[in-house]
């Protein structure tokens, strides 16, 4: 495998919040577990400057409850810890323990090395991975033989992202009207809509949505668009595109969110 994405661009970087201490910083950022085998984004706090190792570590980790109540999981094995991550250049090498390694068929091993380069690639500085187990290089990942010929990226992993990414908002998030929503998608003539329901199961919005490149391409899109709910509480977003061939919606990616008034 070859290649990569663009990093966040500068509107769409992790947001910073000043500690009471001066040499550290806390940044919002996400990493990637698993939502119907595609990878999903969930939020997670970390503290600068080793942003990068913070987000690996908590990956590791795993789902929350609350995340795994609502269908996010993780390929990546109980147990694999982190060795290192190192950032230069915008490549980061990353170390991990033989763990990372246990279990699963090639699918399996796919989907966590996934996960970890979009966990790292969520950040500006990095556009491109490259793998250690118990501190030598990696080219070929378990029996299957996950070939790896050097550093790799979130164009890699086409196949496990779904058909429109959303990066924000994420699972969990309080939002407000009028709601930002900015990610990637590849659908037909970069066309897809979303649509906001609240607790009540009422429509607060429904909007086409064209991201600047599609079929067959990976767009971006950043939109913002105000909504209607008739309660607070929990609801959904969800990112669909009308079927060519029937007409019917699709469903490709949905986040729990608490909606406001």
């Not at 690996?56 to 290192?84: C, Q, W």
């Not at 118990?134 to 010929?149: A, Q």
């Not at 009028?178 to 906001?196: I, K, N, Q, Y």
């Not at 950043?222 to 469903?251: I, K, N, Q």
Request: charged share 20%.
């Amino acid at each position: 495998m070859s290649g990569g994405t663009p990093s966040v661009p500068a509107a769409r970087k992790p947001s910073a919040v000043a500690t009471s201490h001066s040499s550290s910083r806390r940044i919002r950022t996400a990493v990637y577990f698993l939502h119907d085998g595609k990878v999903s984004a969930v939020p997670r706090t970390v503290t600068a400057p080793a942003t990068a190792t913070a987000a690996v570590r908590a990956l590791l980790s795993g789902p929350s409850r609350f995340e795994g109540h609502r269908g996010r999981t993780t390929a990546v094995p109980s147990g694999t810890e982190l060795r290192s991550v190192d950032v230069q250049g915008r490549l980061a090498t990353v170390d991990l323990s033989d763990g990372f390694l246990d279990g699963g068929g090639s699918p399996s091993l796919r989907a966590r090395v996934a996960q970890v380069v979009f966990t790292l690639t969520r950040f500006p500085t990095v556009r491109r991975v490259a793998f250690e187990i118990e501190g030598k290089p990696v080219r070929c990942f378990g029996p299957g033989g996950i070939l790896l010929d050097g550093p790799v990226g979130r164009a890699d992993f086409e196949d496990l992202s779904p058909a429109v990414l959303v990066e924000s908002p994420l699972i969990g998030d309080a939002v407000r009207t009028p709601l930002r929503v900015w990610g990637s998608a590849d659908t037909f003539e970069a066309e897809f809509r979303l649509r906001l329901t609240d607790v009540s199961g009422h429509r607060a919005a429904d909007v086409p949505v064209r991201a600047t490149s599609g079929t067959g391409t990976r767009g971006t899109f950043d939109v913002t668009f105000p909504y209607r709910a008739l309660r607070t509480g929990p609801g959904l977003l969800a990112a669909y595109f009308v079927s060519p061939e029937d007409g019917r919606p699709v469903t490709v990616d949905t986040v729990p969110l608490a909606v406001n008034r």
